[in-house]
């Protein structure tokens, strides 16, 4: 894996042991990478401090600020505090360090914390992994400059994708592809599994343990940090709370449910994994757009904080591929599902290709000034809330709502909904997405709702829309999933549910459901359609 460091990777004075007869200490600092295994700045770290005889301890900073500007999820959030004091343990009995976690409440408190805490601690080399959001670069590239002025040595590595962003380019030159087909292509041909690495940390060997001299918001031992973080919880979902758009959300059963679908930590992403890859897989290709079959991983919301490394679900997959189906077998689920691993992937290095996308630009640019979006609130509030009148975008809003997570098939179906039935900005249904979703990610988020705009790269044409009647009966024939969600409707048959014109009849006044507390469906989609088709035809 590639990195970057301030100082070429050169060892800085500070490194040479020489000089001083102090013991070296290094810092490990953990963002998106919440795990031991296959982490691979940690590794790297464990491996150059047992060169030097150098001690290691790590740190993590909580930032709401920065989670209230990406409008980060509480139930995300909520993810992350109970993932931490799991992770300060493992790094304990497993690796001999210490993690810190420190409250950091303004975003650029970052720098100047971190850069104290070097000071204070005699810290001569800190590692991190790569994050390709806005302002995290920004903050890294300012970090680093402010602690090369030190003699600090700052190197970040590249770990979220399977290869390395901007890695795979266009066979005629340097450029990003611009579709995901012959990216995947290159992407399955590059990826070796008898070459790819796992960067497994050894334990560190210096016996000087430290604990970082820290400022009062801090926390060493996992009860401590379990207390830091769910005080800091409460305080962000007192924030949220105040936040008129979401008051149609329980917050506290929407926390339960993820609570009780996501048990945290690296181990519970590896056994979801092994259960997935030993089961699941061998249907995937046929089940995975079938919503009340939870047939899909679910592993999205660890790889999102990175409990869990996409090379090794990259691996696993590949490993029973080759044990069911030898060296050149071919398998329609497993490589189907290891084509989504690359579309995780193509959006980040999509992502570092334009830059404009992190400040919520369209990727094609013209239709940034071509589409009259529309910002009708009590629309956006319709489709927000489950109450739209067609049953499979409600079930799926009100699923979203009530336990943070939402199948593809129906993220796909509800965005184009938002974007074509109603014109309604991409970019508010990618905000409310995030503000939900467990598994909010910048990079995959923004490249679902731009791909389903018809904005984006590799967007569906903006005349392939898709019916939200149809696509029930097809992805959910009896209607068991919208009836689970929407259990007004249990009366109603499916087929009903699936058609427009019979809902309308049923629902309209000395119709057969006329009394059912359901609103008729709140646009007529064919006429919808045409408009959206205009829109995106202007010249
Ligand atoms: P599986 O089907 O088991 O796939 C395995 C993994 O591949 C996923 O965990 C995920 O990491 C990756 N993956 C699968 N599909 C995609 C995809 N289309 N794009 C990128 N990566 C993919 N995914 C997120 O992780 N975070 C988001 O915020 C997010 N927002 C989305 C918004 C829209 C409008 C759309 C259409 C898709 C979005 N996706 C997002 C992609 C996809 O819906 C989820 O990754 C998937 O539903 C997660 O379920 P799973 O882990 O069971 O996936």
Redesign the pocket.
């Known amino acids: 894996m590639s990195k970057t460091t301030n100082n070429n990777g050169s060892n800085n004075k500070n490194n040479d042991s020489s000089d001083s007869d102090s013991p070296l200490h290094y810092l490990m600092w953990f963002r998106r990478d919440l795990r031991i295994h296959d982490n691979t700045a940690l590794a790297a770290l464990c491996e150059r401090a047992n060169e030097d005889n150098a001690s290691v301890s790590a740190i993590f900073f909580l930032t709401p600020e920065q989670w209230q500007q990406h409008d980060t999820s509480l139930v995300q959030v909520d993810h992350i505090a109970r993932t931490l004091p799991i992770l300060a343990k493992d790094l304990k009995s497993q690796l001999n360090i210490t993690l810190t976690v420190q409250l950091c409440p303004s975003f650029s408190d970052c720098i100047e914390s971190l850069t104290s805490l070097c000071k204070d601690n005699d810290i001569s080399c800190v590692m991190a992994n790569h994050e390709y959001e806005g302002n995290e670069i920004d903050r890294d590239e300012a970090l680093s400059e402010q602690l090369a002025k030190d003699d600090i040595e700052f190197v970040r590595w590249h770990d979220q994708c399977n290869l390395p962003p901007l890695s795979i380019t266009t066979n005629d030159g340097d450029s990003m592809y611009k579709v995901f087909t012959p990216f995947y292509k290159k992407w399955r041909h590059t990826l070796d599994v008898s070459t790819i690495q796992m960067h497994d940390a050894p334990a560190v060997d210096c016996d000087d343990k430290i604990e970082l001299k820290s400022s009062k918001n801090s926390a060493y031992t996992a009860d401590d940090i379990k207390a830091l973080s769910e005080e800091m919880l409460g305080d962000y979902q007192k924030t949220l709370q105040k936040e008129d758009s979401l008051q149609h959300i329980d917050i506290k059963a929407q926390l339960t449910a993820a609570r009780d679908a996501y048990p945290a930590g690296e181990s519970a992403a590896c056994q979801r994994l092994d259960e997935?890859v030993a089961d699941d897989i061998n249907d995937?290709d046929v089940s995975?757009d079938v919503p009340h079959l939870h047939a899909?991983?679910?592993?999205?919301?660890?790889?999102?904080i990175g409990t869990i490394s996409?090379r090794l679900?990259y691996l696993q997959a590949s490993k029973v591929q080759e044990k069911l189906h030898g060296n050149d077998g071919d398998n329609e689920d497993i490589d189907r599902?290891i084509s989504?691993?690359a579309?995780?992937d193509?959006?980040r290095h999509v992502l570092i290709d334009k830059p404009n996308l992190i400040r919520h630009k369209a990727y094609k640019e013209d239709t940034d000034t071509k589409v009259s979006w529309s910002y009708d609130e009590e629309d956006f509030q319709a489709w927000c809330t489950g109450k739209t009148g067609v049953p499979l975008v409600d079930a799926a809003m009100r699923c979203l709502n009530a336990t943070g997570?939402?199948?593809?098939r129906l993220?796909?179906v509800?965005?184009m909904f938002l974007t074509k039935d109603l014109l309604i900005d991409w970019r508010l249904?990618?905000r409310y997405?995030?503000q939900q979703?467990i598994?909010?990610?910048?990079?995959?988020?923004n490249?679902?709702?731009q791909?389903?705009a018809s904005t984006g790269t590799d967007s569906a044409p903006y005349f392939r829309i898709m019916n939200p009647f149809s696509q029930g009966s097809t992805h959910d024939k009896k209607a068991i999933f919208i009836k689970t969600w929407l259990p007004e409707l249990k009366d109603i048959p499916a087929s009903t549910l699936h058609s427009e014109d019979k809902m309308r009849k049923a629902l309209a006044k000395g119709g057969k459901f006329a009394d059912i507390d359901y609103p008729v469906p709140m646009v007529e989609h064919k006429s919808a359609r045409k408009l959206a088709i205009a829109e995106f035809k202007k010249e």
């Open positions: 997935f995937y995975r899909t991983s679910q592993l999205s919301a660890y790889l999102t996409p679900c599902w989504e691993l579309w995780r193509f959006y997570f939402m199948h593809n993220r796909m509800t965005a249904g990618e997405f995030m979703l598994d909010g990610d910048f990079a995959s988020n490249g679902g709702w791909w389903s």
